[in-house]
Antibody, heavy 120, light 106 residues
Framework: DVQLVQSGAEVKKPGATVKISCKVS????????MHWVQQAPGKGLEWMGL????????MYAEKFQGRVTIIADKSTDTSYMELSSLRSEDTAVYYC?????????????WGQGTMVTVSS | SYDLTQPPSVSVSPGQTASITCSGD??????ACWYQQKPGQSPVLVIY???KRPSGIPERFSGSKSGNTATLTISGTQAMDEADYYC?????????FGTGTKVTVL
């Protein structure tokens, strides 16, 4: 089965950095871009960025540029999303997602989500 | 930045048809897709490339597009279809989600 399994919930203080993992199973990690999506409580989905696991090339949404880093570790088939200078507005569920069926051009595989709470 | 606008909420009676719109500049030149999200769950793709259904998605879900407005239609709506729905498109290789619509089955 194709699966994305994310790390557990995190609680961080303002100004800190959080790093969330997304482990892939059931497909060749380097064959598919990994994307990350933010969802604040009661709010909508917001695309954060992507990484090409083959060569590590990234692309980030303007809103998160400078604070987000997405990497791909080919040795462990795991993608990481690091968000720095955390503030209360970063309290959200973070999802990794991929376009596994390339003809879809849409996210057909999602992780279960990771809740990040930013609180002093 | 590129924006996709959806109505905040749509109400529908069981067995009736629900329609959700998604509008954006030059959306007519892009493909739109739709996701269903139930409380506490990850989104699920229900329509891709404007009007195609992934395997396993019921036939009552359909998509269309006219000009710069995409529409998700749920025919014969069931109680289990109560959820949030998001459209999504690609703008210069970046993903853009719509504002989201809460569908309530009364």
């Amino acid at each position: 089965d194709v699966q994305l399994v994310q790390s557990g919930a995190e609680v961080k203080k303002p100004g800190a950095t959080v790093k969330i993992s997304c482990k892939v199973s059931g497909y060749t990690f380097t064959d598919y871009y990994m994307h990350w999506v933010q969802q604040a409580p009661g709010k909508g989905l917001e695309w954060m960025g992507l990484v090409d696991p083959e060569d590590g090339v990234t692309m980030y949404a303007e809103k998160f540029q400078g604070r987000v880093t997405i990497i791909a570790d080919k040795s462990t088939d795991t993608s990481y999303m690091e968000l720095s200078s955390l503030r209360s507005e970063d309290t959200a569920v973070y999802y990794c997602a991929t376009i596994y069926s390339k003809e879809y051009d849409a996210f057909d595989i999602w992780g279960q989500g990771t809740m990040v709470t930013v609180s002093s | 930045s590129y924006d996709l606008t959806q109505p905040p909420s749509v109400s529908v009676s069981p067995g009736q048809t629900a329609s959700i719109t998604c509008s954006g500049d030059k959306l007519g030149d892009k493909f739109a897709c739709w996701y269903q999200q139930k409380p506490g769950q990850s989104p699920v793709l229900v329509i891709y490339q404007d009007n195609k259904r992934p395997s396993g998605i019921p036939e009552r879900f359909s998509g269309s597009k006219s000009g710069n407005t995409a529409t998700l239609t749920i025919s014969g709506t069931q109680a289990m279809d109560e959820a949030d729905y998001y459209c999504q498109a690609w703008d210069s290789s970046t993903g853009v989600f719509g504002t989201g619509t809460k569908v309530t089955v009364l």
